[in-house]
């Protein structure tokens, strides 16, 4: 998909349930949550740029992550804050800031405010709503 997605990107549930492995439709068509400590991205150090599974929307590069401890890959800033909606998320009895692809909805995670600088965000994100493309070798 392009780089630079600008329409919204709109699917059947049987077309998403096509597209994504089970955890990944679990956690960005259901809002769901993958354990900590156990997504394919939390410990990665590999340079690149994570893009939604959903529709290919460049999302965080690797120059924004870092080790919060939470168990989930963590970034303080998204590429493009356009690519990133954020809404309260009351769920499970606690208000927090949910983050969902802009482009095809995809829930991603929660941003919360115990980041490191420049931001002072943690966008704390689920592996599953994520893929990434490694940086191309020099």
Known sequence: MAENVKE???KTEAEWKA???PEQYHVTR???TER????KYWRTKEPGTYHCVGCGAPL?????????GSGWPS????????????????????TRVEARCA??????????????KPTGLRYC?????LDLKPSEKK
């Open 36 to 39: 900590a400590f156990t997504g």
């Open 75 to 94: 970034f303080y800033a998204p590429i493009d804050p356009a690519n990133v909606e954020e809404k309260v998320d009351n769920s499970y009895g606690m």
């Open 60 to 68: 965080f590069t690797s120059e924004t992550k870092y080790d919060s």
């Open 19 to 21: 597209q994504l492995t």
């Open 30 to 32: 259901e809002a769901g």
């Open 125 to 129: 994100m689920n592996s599953a709503s």
């Open 8 to 10: 919204k990107v709109v």
């Open 103 to 116: 482009h095809c909805g995809a829930h991603l995670g929660h941003v919360f405010e115990d980041g490191p």
